[in-house]
């Protein structure tokens, strides 16, 4: 979607905050607004570009390692808030993220590349 104003982007948001294991967990909005750029756009309100699935991953990845406690499957809880966020699934967020990792692979000939730790079969 072009033209359209952080306002509107943010908008297609889930800001709730994410509960996991009893504890909560919310996202600053300063973060996620610091990804609004023509690269992490939106196909329509329901649709997320892979550019936006992936830096939010990295976004909610980082703020999970700054968390002054040991979290237990910390990818697959960074994987599951990114999805909340994103008003997607697990599995959509994974094989989005894994599309991702294979472009860049056969893009930039490093096949090495990859941003999930973990494996995850779909």
Known sequence: MSNITKEEWLSYFNLTPFIYSESSYI???????ELFSSSNYWHSKTDPSSWLIVSLFYTVSS???????????EELLAIDITAHLLNQTRVQVISTIQWQENYYRFHDGDYSFSILKGKYDI
């Open 27 to 33: 996202l600053p909005q300063k973060d996620i607004e």
């Open 63 to 73: 703020f999970l390692k700054n968390k002054s406690n040991k979290i237990e499957n």
